[in-house]
């Protein structure tokens, strides 16, 4: 081709890109927002929540750009039967969350900074006889602020890994980045549709925040950790959901609308 006909391809690839990153976001599938759908409605801290869903989709640009500066080398070497192993691995991940969330709800609940700095005042005033209970729930505090670091990270490995796994609606790019030969035009058309995503994905869940955070404050403590556990209960549901369509057998489970 020449070099009018590459530019005109290209142009044409990453408007494609941009169009199915937007699709990509809005569709409810296994890649997008029914991932950040629970952390939003536990969430007491839009701004936790948005860091949250910052790395998630950072993940997902991560692996956006290793895929296409290497022209999908990487989506290509992956056998079509090594699939279930990578749908199981991060089905797992939601699995394990949310069986966390359902046994430890308070642990996703993002007012313990504050809580924190009103118990340190007060430990000046227990008595002895409270310090073991008092080193118990320092303890389980440590533990707690250790899992939602973890958060980040298990959501940030989440994005990475479901975007390894070539996506049928993504084809387009896939065979662009190998055709173009050049690692940089092939990175270019995989950061478009993730930023198309993140942009996306972004939007979706401050605004299923809002709502989750309106409807909390009609609430008191005892509906909030209800709510959190009905969203470890939903993690959990849709970790397991995963796996299962992966199998022939339950294949018919998969909706249509799912991308």
């Known amino acids: 081709m020449d070099s009018s006909t590459t530019t005109m391809t290209f142009i044409v690839a990453l408007q494609t890109s941009i169009m199915l990153g937007i699709l990509h976001g809005i569709s409810p599938c296994e890649h997008s927002w029914p991932m950040l759908a629970p952390f ?11 860091k949250i869903a910052l790395f998630f989709c950072l993940g997902t640009t991560g692996s956006c750009i290793v ?25 797992s991940v939601l699995i394990v ?7 430890k709800p308070h642990w996703l609940h993002f007012h313990d900074e504050d809580h924190n700095h009103k118990h ?12 073991s209970a008092n080193h118990d729930h320092s303890l389980s ?3 707690a602020k250790k899992f939602k ?23 387009v790019m896939y065979t662009y980045a190998i055709v173009a030969r050049d690692a940089w035009q092939g990175a270019a058309i995989f950061i478009a549709y993730a930023i198309a995503t993140t ?16 409807l909390k404050k009609m609430g008191q403590e005892r509906v909030e950790v209800l709510i959190t556990r009905l969203s470890g209960i939903l993690i959990a549901a849709f970790g397991i959901f995963m796996v299962l369509i992966q199998f022939p057998i339950f294949e018919h489970l998969k909706p249509d609308w799912i991308l």
């Open 40 to 50: 939003a409605i536990a969430s007491k801290s839009p701004k936790r929540l948005m």
């Open 67 to 91: 895929l296409g500066a290497t022209l999908g080398a990487i989506g290509m070497l992956i056998p079509a039967s090594w699939d279930i192993y990578i749908a199981t691995l991060t089905s």
């Open 97 to 103: 969350l949310g069986t966390i969330l359902i046994f």
């Open 120 to 131: 340190h005042g007060d430990h000046h005033t227990h008595t002895q006889n409270y310090s």
């Open 141 to 143: 505090q440590t533990v």
């Open 149 to 171: 670091h973890g958060i980040y990270w298990g959501v940030f490995s989440v994005g990475f890994v479901n975007m390894i796994v070539p996506c049928p609606t993504a084809a």
């Open 199 to 214: 942009i996306v994905l972004l939007i979706i869940t401050y605004f299923l925040a809002k709502a989750s955070l309106f």
